[in-house]
């Protein structure tokens, strides 16, 4: 074992794969992702389909199907033996269901931070709000995915989905995700463990990434 600069202990390096928010991409995670490597773990932050710098254009996205591609390729792609640990910020949460239906053996925890979380129960179109806009340069469009197709991509069962380890990180000030309503999820789907990073506001990976690193480095240890 080693021990990190905040004092936990850490018996191997684990492989965190990070998925960004609507609108956002892989660069949303520059805060957490040196902290992590520093650490010793690996880091993969993932452009989802028109997303960050992924090459396509939003028409050339016309199905959340195809959105979900980049995540699902990966995936598919990791050795039969490895394991690792998704986390999704935001609407991020979907890409995640999505691959723990489809992928359960290849992940050991799938945390969501602050983000939607369907489950076998809990259809997408019960979680669907009022979309949301956020002014940045770094951000692009996102489709308006048709409903009807997206809850029958998201059909999530507990065979699969249900089968793997789930710690919702909850974000104690935001405006976006309302803590209301990230309570409401949990209350509907209950995951694993519930953590709060009380003074966060949505972008918890940029606004209290320290916490958010202790975080996910006690679900590591805790899960794999």
């Not at 992928?103 to 979380?117: D, G, H, R």
């Not at 405006?175 to 999820?185: A, R, T, V, Y």
């Not at 009380?198 to 320290?210: F, I, L, T, Y």
Request: net charge negative; proline share 6%; aromatic share 8%.
């Amino acid at each position: 074992m080693n021990m990190n600069t905040n004092g936990l202990e850490q018996s191997s390096s684990k492989h965190f794969v990070l998925v960004h928010g609507a609108c956002h991409g892989a660069w949303s995670w520059y805060k957490l992702v040196p902290l992590l490597k520093s650490s010793g773990h690996n880091v993969t932050a993932l452009d989802l389909a028109g997303a960050g710098i992924n090459p396509m254009l939003v028409n050339d996205v016309p199905l959340i199907s195809d959105y979900f591609r980049p995540l699902m390729d990966f995936m598919a792609s990791l050795p039969p033996h490895e394991k690792v640990i998704l986390v999704a910020h935001s609407y991020g949460g979907l890409a995640i269901s999505k691959a723990m239906e489809s992928f359960p053996e290849k992940i050991s925890v799938a945390v969501f931070v602050t983000s939607y979380m369907p489950g076998p129960t809990l259809n997408f179109s019960t979680l669907d709000q009022e979309d949301l806009a956020l002014a940045t340069l770094l951000m692009r469009p996102l489709r308006l995915f048709d409903k009807e197709d997206t809850s029958n991509v998201l059909m999530l069962s507990t065979k699969n989905y249900g089968s793997v380890s789930r710690v919702f990180i909850v974000a104690g000030e935001d405006k976006i995700l309302e803590k209301d309503f990230q309570q409401w999820m949990i209350k509907q789907n209950p995951p694993h463990e519930v953590i709060e990073i009380e003074s966060s506001d949505h972008m918890v990976q940029v606004c209290k990434p320290n916490e958010l690193f202790v975080s996910l480095l006690r679900i590591a240890e805790k899960y794999s």
